[in-house]
């Protein structure tokens, strides 16, 4: 498949993703994000495929929903074109998503890195939600994961005064998993996938889907969802061998069920 927007390639058991619009600092239209999301659920339903990263390139990870796409639209125009399932299909990917992030990372870039699971992030990324400053506010999910992230405090300067944070602040307030040299972040989020990819298949599914559910569930329901997983994996091969390598001190050979 031939895409305008993104690149694609595959590296070892990992679905790489860079967006490909350089002189719009890779703004998201909406061409953009039906290519991504294809691209990306491609590859959560290819057995060879581990895990994915979705990255930007030096200048920006990406700068946020394409203002010029959104300006003359109604509200209605925008409810009706229905962008948003786009964003639904992303949280439904099953396979562990990384962000390697780099540059500006503002606005639904910001929230399309936040809706990875992780984020390998640049010393030259900066993070915000700067909506406020062209009259709007976060519309695909900024003011709750940030807040869920960084907490109250600075999501709402954040979000309320346009603040942008360095990648040392967000790693500091928990927003990033590592700070690496930009030379580096590519790679860096390749290999993190990459190690994840060559763990046990089954196992990696039930602990993303577990640790999302953290929030979106009270504390006794996801220990009971977290506790049937777990009895679960009892019925894997995978299972078995993991015990059973660890017994014997020799390497385990996942079978991915
Ligand atoms: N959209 C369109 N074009 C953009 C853009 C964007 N978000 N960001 C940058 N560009 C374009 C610029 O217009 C410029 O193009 P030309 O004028 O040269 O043709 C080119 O990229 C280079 O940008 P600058 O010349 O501005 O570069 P600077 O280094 O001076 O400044 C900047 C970089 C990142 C600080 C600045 O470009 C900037 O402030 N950009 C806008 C950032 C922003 O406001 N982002 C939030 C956008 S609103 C939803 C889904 C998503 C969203 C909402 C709802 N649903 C599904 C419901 C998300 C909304 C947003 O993200």
């Known amino acids: 498949m031939s895409y305008q927007y993104i690149l694609v390639e595959t590296r070892g058991r990992v679905g790489l993703v860079r967006f490909n619009r350089p002189k719009e600092l890779n703004a998201l239209n909406a061409g953009l994000m039906e290519e991504l999301v294809t691209a990306l659920e491609a590859f959560d339903a290819e057995p060879a495929i581990g895990a994915l990263v979705v990255a930007g390139n030096e200048r920006a990870f990406a700068a946020g929903a394409d203002i010029k796409e959104m300006a003359g639209l109604s509200a209605v125009e925008m409810l009706t074109r229905d962008s948003i399932g786009r964003w639904d299909r992303l949280r439904r990917l099953r396979k562990p998503l990384i962000a390697a992030v780099a540059g500006f990372c503002l606005g639904g870039g910001n929230e399309l890195a936040m809706t990875c ?141």
């Open 117 to 257: 699971d992780m984020i390998v992030a640049a010393e030259t990324a900066r993070f915000g939600q700067p909506e406020i400053n062209i009259g709007v506010i976060p519309g695909a999910g900024g003011t709750q994961r940030l807040t869920r992230a960084v907490g109250k405090a600075l999501a709402m300067e954040m979000v309320l005064n346009g603040r942008l944070i360095t990648a040392e602040e967000a790693y500091r307030c928990g927003l990033v998993n590592r700070v690496v040299p930009a030379e580096a972040c590519l790679d860096e989020a390749v290999a993190l996938a990459q190690q994840i990819a060559e763990r046990a298949p089954v196992a990696v599914r039930l602990a993303k889907e577990a640790v999302n559910a953290a929030f979106e569930t009270p504390l006794t329901d996801g220990l009971a969802d977290e506790r049937r997983a777990f009895y679960m994996l009892f019925s894997t091969a995978d299972q078995k061998e993991g015990m059973a390598a660890f017994i014997e001190k020799r390497p385990p050979q996942w079978q991915g069920r």
